[in-house]
């Protein structure tokens, strides 16, 4: 068994790359607007069925969709912070964070009910005609898809990182989350930093979503499943660092395979759960710190 | 409570009673068992989400080791009624053995600290006993759903006391001032952690007795199933959407969810959770005192007009 | 309004006529009448919980007046949202500085010209800074966590200069600092004020605040108590018993 541990080391860090992706976007959300939204899975399901639907009727390969589903996802994102999430921000921050919550659980519901009405209970995922290419390094199989999956993920994080630190609003954002107040003070229209950081969570979600649709595969319930991910990736890696978060991801990556080796692959989901329980134990106030 | 509502619920709990008596359609009768399952179900998860204001998102692992237990010894042999017991004495336990960490975490952070927990239980559950649970061919031919009935309904009937006698009592108050703020209610000597606890602690023995009620009522079922998060979701869409944190909301939640599931069912499959998950926000948002809210509103426009104050 | 204010040269830049405020249900600003004239240097002192720092956050448009009306440059400012605000030209440097503490002394500087108008006078108004604050040039890599109390409080205000304000607002800029650091601080704050800002200064520092201002009005329970000249004022009663606040209330 320990024999495998190599080859799941390899898969664990292939997906890890994604869990980093899809906490980058929980986190940017959180960290800013204080605002936790628990339905951030959900919208990585409705990235991951935009590139399925782009490829069955339109024929679009996954990763060119990336540039109609980013786009599609910043707007649905304003959308849901006008209509939704922006109505929460006034409250100040325990109340603030609770409320967002609730609503964040009643959009869940919502968008995975829509979910079965648009594409049915099943599992899909996106076989492309590249899709069973493998390259073997050093005795390891690394498949074609997954690898690609991972650059991708990293080089949307680094943009992130670039258009937090150098875009004038991308600065404004980090003021604002920073502090508000200040912010405002400082002549920033705060209002409009938490609807571009909403949207750029929003986006950050459909892009994952679209890599997990082309190397894995989607359902509507999968929403459940990457908001823990995300949850425990942001547990791990702390608020305020875009690098930190991927690598978080690239952590869970790793400790899910070795548990899957050591305990059996059943046992794969509950080593991060667990570790996220232990943790926000450990440090129920100071968790989310920068 | 007032007299009047004393007497209007025990004469709807005596007439309940005799519906299998009048009633013979099984149609029936089984949407009134899944409708007080949800009555119980949801006012349990009231007590700790509603009167004290602590989201427990992981409460179907409480419903699901009363499941689990009850299910275990009452196929073994055990009377179905001390099966329950045993169910919901797990539940208990399982929440003395988390809580005091659980309630370290406030406000979201409970929440989803909780929401991990069921999971944990769930996969693990899922894991270990992956077969599917079928009754023996015997019980399945002395099945009656008339005692199924009488179960949900004591349960429910149950759930619906234990919440009005705590909305009157010390430590319903107690929960309140812990609900309106935490910090506070430590300052004033409250004992926070103690008063969550055992509001916990009878949140979770009602979970666990309407596992078991599930547990004795289905045929067959996967043992995680009692565990999935649907079950969590399902108490917390039907108490907002009632009135959380009211004696009521919780009742008028769960009639309305139910009707409306079984309403669509024939159309739609889980058509009820794009409508409710949408009403859910809408509660959330405009109206976070639920439909007890609006039927207190409608009741008291005209009589506010016709005598203002007697 | 140029043309207005050339009719009136005596008209007041920042006019506070009759605000009230309050937070909840505590009333924390009654009726508040002052103004403020191009150039000037006002102090207002007063007590804690006299109602300056409400009187300020309702200027700067974090807080909405009850009632009453904030003119500047002869247009209401009620209702105006706080960023707009920067944007017209006040700039506050808030009490307890607020900066951002994941950021270097440059962000800092470069978000203060955040606002349209700021932006086009980025260059100029950084020179300003950097001639005022040298030290802000030399450590503009740096997060601000690594620099001293009184280097922050630079930070803080030549972040609020580089919106290019005509009025720039000080609340308690010298809370928490060495009284060496203090003076040089209050120092720069003439040097500002001949470059053209006015200025509204809420400091706790009675006797420095008067020596550096034009004028000064007294705030006691949420209204003006008193007004005048630094040195007049020094001489009020009203002034001796907010200047000994805490003294007078133990009596």
Redesign the interface.
Known sequence: MIALLPQQLVLGLLIGGLYGLAAAGLSLVFGVLKVLNVAHGELIMLGGYGAFWLFALAGVDPFASLVLVIPATLALGAVLYWALFGWVVRYHEETRIKNSLLIGFGLALALHALAVRLWTADERSITTAYAGSVIEIAGLTVPLVRLASLVVAFALIGALHLLLTRWRWGRAIRAAADDWEAALLTGIDVRRAYVLAFALGTSLAGAAGVLVSVGYSISPSIGLEWTLKALIVIVLAGLGSTFGTFAGGLVLGVAEAVSATVFGGPYREVVGLVIFFVVLVARPQGLFAR | MTARGVLGGVTLVVLLANVPFVIHRDDVLNFLVLTLLTIALAQSWNIVGGYAGQVNLGHAAFFGLGALVTRTLWIAGTPVLAAMLAGAAVAVAFALAVGGAAFRLRGAYFAIGTLALGEILRITVGNTLPEISTLPATSIATYGLATRYWLALGIASLSVLAVAWLAGSRLGLGLQAIREDEGAAEATGVGVLRLKLLALVISTALAGLAGGAFAYYHISYYPSHAFGPQWTFDAVLVTFIGGVGTLHGPVLGAVFYVLLKEYLAIRWVDFHLLIFGVLFVAIVLLLPGGLVEVATKLRQLPRGVARPRS | MPESAAAHPRAALLDVEGVAASYGPFLALSDVTLSLHAGEIVALLGSNGAGKSTLIRCI???LRPRAGDIRWDGASLVGV????I??RGI??V?EGR??????TVE?HL???A??PR?RAERARSLDEVHAIFPVLHERRKELVSSLSGGQQQMVAIG??LM?APRLLILDEPSLGLAPRVVESILGVLGDINRRGVSILLVEQNVHAALGLAHRAYILESGRVAGEGTGRALLDDPHVRRAYLGPLAARS
């Open positions: 700067s448009g974090l949202p706080a960023h707009a920067v944007e700039a506050l808030p607020r900066l951002f503490p994941s950021m962000e470069d978000l203060g955040f606002a700021a972040r609020a919106a």
